[in-house]
């Protein structure tokens, strides 16, 4: 049956314009060719600071003895459930060694990347979380070299609270940095840091933006854009619950688009009564940004059965995907297509954003259809290696001869000939 539309979006998600892109490209050409001289120029212009770059140590302990008691416990248990998380993922990511044939061994390893960078976003909201997500994970992962940046807060540079963070996690270093210019910094290695083989973490736009560009000479985690969250509710759901998380998501930004799928009009109807009264008793500047993101982006659709929201869930394969039905098994072993699965009523992204322990790093814009989200996997390189012993070498290399000249490529099967010593050693040392 046709899902039927409550509430439809009026616009869709924006996505990085031209005039973005156009300025990014010209910024890192500068960074490229500048280095350390431009990104301080740009961190002066763009963000006001002209203070050191790299925060000493001395720096960092005396931010971190600033920092309330009650609020560094409260980081250490969200370090402590992230960082078991990701060394249980650590350790299902094993190398391997397997006798295909007597005398033909192969395996595979996982090598660690040598250096990461590790980009923790300011702005409005002072993204704790965010740090400890990357930099834990590459540390679990077995990185030795982290980079870490995060744009400054006024004149005092990074918040107490971030730089706390961002040590307890593991940084080998901290750069006082935001934006293109900081992404450039790890990607080019500057003020001291080797070049990143892997950049990670949210940012705006521009941050977006500049991880595109640079992708290729070095890895990214994913192509970001804005966060978005999908709710699928049955009659059994409660709409005061359901109303809050929409609400907790929607305060992201205007851009953040949430969505509520359910087999029960009531509960629809119940839902989009109460979310504008939620919106309403947000502190600003949250519920300017959650009133835009309901208005703009919201949708609830009403489907016929459990199955119809599968497909739908399965069809935008949204970054958050939170169950709140009857029968958490069967949607656990259905549901192919989120970045994060939140089952029942007890969870909420909300969670898995701060402190649960996975990932919040994770596939917006329809990706998941196709990756998951940040994880130690990224940190790693699986890498294969093969090794011949004589009672393979006949076989192995008669076949590959033949494939080779069926294929046209003459010298492929040279190479294996002379393994056997069918080949002319002379006519293949003289070219």
């Known amino acids: 049956m046709p899902l039927t539309y409550l ?49 000493p140590a001395e720096q960092i302990a005396a931010a971190s003895a600033r920092v309330p008691q009650a609020l560094r416990d409260d980081i250490a248990w969200a370090h402590d459930n992230i960082s078991r998380f990701a060394a249980a993922q650590r350790a299902t990511a094993q190398d391997m060694e397997i006798a295909l044939r007597p005398g033909l061994i192969a395996g595979q390893k996982q090598i660690p990347v040598r250096a990461a960078g590790c980009y923790v976003p300011g702005g409005r909201y002072s993204h704790i979380a965010s740090a400890l997500m990357s930099i834990a994970t590459a540390r ?44 450039a910094a790890m990607a080019f290695g500057l003020f001291g840091a080797p070049q990143a083989d892997i950049l990670v973490g949210p940012g ?27 709710v699928l509710a049955d009659a059994s759901a409660d709409p005061d619950t359901v109303a809050a998380d929409l609400v907790g998501q929607a305060e992201h930004g205007t851009t953040s688009p949430v969505w509520l799928a359910t087999t029960s009009r009531a509960l629809a109807g119940a839902v989009m009564a109460r979310v504008p009264a939620l919106i309403a008793t947000l502190p600003e500047p949250n519920r300017t940004a959650a009133t835009a993101a309901w208005r703009d982006l919201g949708e609830v659709v009403l489907c016929d059965t459990a199955e119809e929201m599968a497909a739908h869930a399965d069809a935008r394969a949204p970054e958050h995907l939170h169950v709140q039905a009857r029968d958490l098994d069967w949607w656990l072993d259905r549901l192919s297509a989120y970045g994060s699965l939140f089952l029942g009523e007890r969870t909420t992204v909300a969670f898995g954003d701060k402190a649960a322990g996975p ?48 294929e046209g490529m003459e010298g492929h099967a040279r190479s294996a000939d002379i393994r056997m010593g069918t080949q002319d050693r002379a006519l293949t040392s003289t070219g």
């Open 359 to 406: 990932n919040h790093v994770l596939p917006t814009s329809g990706a998941a259809r196709y990756t998951g989200g940040l994880s130690v996997h990224k940190f790693l390189k699986t890498v294969t290696w093969q090794r011949v012993e004589r009672p393979a070498l006949g076989d192995l290399a008669g076949v590959t001869a033949r494939l080779s000249r069926a």
């Open 204 to 230: 705006n736009a521009y941050v977006a933006e500049s991880k595109r560009q640079l992708f290729g000479p070095v890895g990214i985690d994913m192509f970001a854009g804005p966060t978005d969250s999908l």
């Open 7 to 55: 509430k439809t979006a009026r616009t869709e998600p924006p996505q990085a314009g031209a005039d973005i892109a156009d300025t990014v490209q010209v910024m890192l050409a500068r960074l490229r060719a500048g280095g350390a001289q431009v990104a301080l120029e740009y961190a002066r212009d763009l963000d006001g600071w002209d203070g050191p770059v790299t925060l």
């Open 140 to 183: 679990e992962a077995g990185v030795a070299d982290i980079t870490a940046c995060s744009p400054p807060s006024g004149p005092g540079g990074i918040p107490d609270a971030l730089v706390h963070t961002m040590s307890l996690a593991g940084a080998t270093r901290i750069l006082c940095l935001g934006g293109v210019q900081g992404v």
